[in-house]
């Protein structure tokens, strides 16, 4: 760890010290991974089903099950190809594969709604944040205006401050 800069180079800061330099403290990083968006809804607090949706977007919408999927048609067709329960035209295999489909569409669609909260819960956020500093700004604006008025007299700008 980097010692703070001080005339003693010798002098260490502390692990509660804002000024000291170098990696953060164990407690630190554990408060900081903690942190998490105050609009965004998750583990508890989402419901069961939002929290499945979550779950297999995840799982459809990634390489994995691309592959696992491919694998799965190959299999079916290599395995049903003259001999099988379901052979070559595989009626069954176009039957499962349309359900799959019209699930998915739904699970997708469910999850979509679910990044439209979220997109919309962040956009209130946002705004309720930005009215907030906008008032801040104004007060400063106007506790500015106020010491200026009272440095400078009655804010015409034409008068110098008194030497005191």
């Given at each position: 760890m980097v010692g703070r800069m001080t005339d003693d180079p010798n002098a260490q800061g502390s692990a509660n010290d804002p000024l000291t330099i170098g990696a953060p403290s164990a407690a630190a990083t554990t408060q900081r991974t903690s942190?998490?968006?105050?609009?965004?809804?998750t583990g508890s607090d989402l419901?069961?089903?939002?929290?499945?949706?979550?779950?297999?977007?995840?799982?459809?919408?990634?390489?994995?099950?691309?592959?696992?999927?491919?694998?799965?048609?190959?299999?079916?067709m290599i395995g049903n190809r003259n001999v099988g329960?379901?052979?070559?035209?595989f009626i069954l295999l176009n039957l499962i594969?349309?359900?799959?489909?019209?699930?998915?569409g739904a699970i997708l669609l469910i999850a979509a709604k679910r990044e439209?909260?979220?997109s919309s819960d962040l956009a209130a956020h946002d705004y309720a944040t930005n009215l907030e500093a906008d008032q801040i700004v104004k007060s400063i604006h106007q506790l500015t205006k106020e010491i200026h008025?009272?440095?400078?007299?009655d804010g015409d700008g034409s008068s110098s401050p008194s030497p005191r």
């Open positions: 942190l998490r968006h105050p609009a965004i809804r419901t069961r089903g939002e929290r499945a949706a979550d779950k297999l977007r995840n799982g459809m919408g990634s390489w994995g099950f691309v592959f696992a999927a491919l694998v799965f048609l190959a299999g079916w329960f379901d052979k070559y035209p594969l349309s359900c799959l489909a019209a699930m998915q439209d909260q979220i008025a009272s440095i400078y007299g």
